[in-house]
């Protein structure tokens, strides 16, 4: 398959209109952003221009709609923006709204769609980074009786099921067999409700930005001319009529299983905040908000335990090191007992790769829990900055002239003890380039597929 790059807009594209929730007026306005940058939305209203990343770890409320919450700052009804840039396969966007609540504009994904298409796109460097869904992942929610199955597959493909056990709307299905899919055959499918529900909630206040433009509203009873004349006075139309399929006339479906489209619409935009584009194909039967987000942070947590361990140094004993202990004595001015690195594994411009055989005759060992013996955490530590140390020197002409100090230690945390026996490969890339000597780096360590520790370093090399 040909290799995909990110995606961000050529020029900004800008939708303005009233929030369903809130009825209030708001500018939504879509912006370019850079490689890695994700989908991130910012409160242009707000002190400080918060800022809020489309991540299921920010979904704080599911009622009638995904609230995204950080530091008390919120936006509401995120789904149908989320799934147009899904939709559109558009990576890295700044969000900028002046309100709590993105506009519903007609209850689809359509408008903000043809933003993005009138926008355009470019593509970026970077390679986009999917979440592939390499086993099944199975999820149910018993208070929704809903049901998702992710299962691998070499494209996005969503399939899903609705069943609201009525007579107006049974069972449904629909299917988006690819993302290229989105735009015509998802994007303009409208949300729907049922009468008695939308009667509730403009009696109660619920939704100050409804009418009968942004919803196809399903007819599960009887209904006299009185009631008919009474909505149409609650609605402030004309008249409304119930249609033979049970649905007010307030509008034409586009398609015979709109509504499960628009279920499919709204799990494409609640995926979407797993953070990243998904190769897989979702099952969907019943979703929901509440369902989906939760679904959706069950990937997330799939794909970030994936991830570390994606990020675990395969070593090899059977290949050949960059370094053996004659070359890292050549770098080093440490000796035994205090030489703490047996091996550099590799190395490029930004990155090192270091390991540390402990075994027994380890001189520390002789005081150091002799009857249960551990590796000193700060001899741990240690041995990951003369590996970091290794790094740095590679960077002038006559290592052997210098020395490498210790400048900061922040976030050390330890996780697993370190025994003889153990075989500690330490991986450290720098945070930012090496200047005038300085070099700032993340490290961890690793026993077999375990973290045994971790930290970020600034160190400095100085003429002896």
Partial sequence: MPIMKQRTLKKPAIISGSGLHTGEVVTLTFEPAPENHGIVFKRIDLEGEPEIEALTDFVTDTNRGTCLEKKGVKIYTVEHVMAALAGMQIDNCLVKINGPETPITDGSSKYFTEALINAGYIEQDSEKDYFEINEVITFNDPSTKSEFIAIPYDHFKVTTMIDFETRVLGTQNAVMENIEDFPVEIAPCRTFAFLHELEFLLKNNLIKGGDLSNAIIFVNKAITQQELDRLAKLFNKPSVEVKSEGILNNLDLYFPNEPARHKLLDVVGDLSLVGKPIKGHIISSRPGHKANTKFAKELRKQMLYQKSKEAIPKYNPNQPALFEI????????HRPPFLLVDKILEMSNTHVIGLKNVTMNESFFVGHFPDEPVMPGVLQIEAMAQTGGILVLNTV??????????????EVKFRNKVVPGDTIIFSLNLIAPIRRGLCHMKG???????????GVMLAQISKK
């Fill in 397 to 410: 002409p006559d290592p052997e002239n210098y020395l490498t100090f210790f400048l900061k230690i922040d």
């Fill in 444 to 454: 961890v360590a690793y026993v077999g597929d375990k973290v045994v520790m971790e």
């Fill in 326 to 333: 004659r070359d890292i004595m050549r770098f080093l001015p």
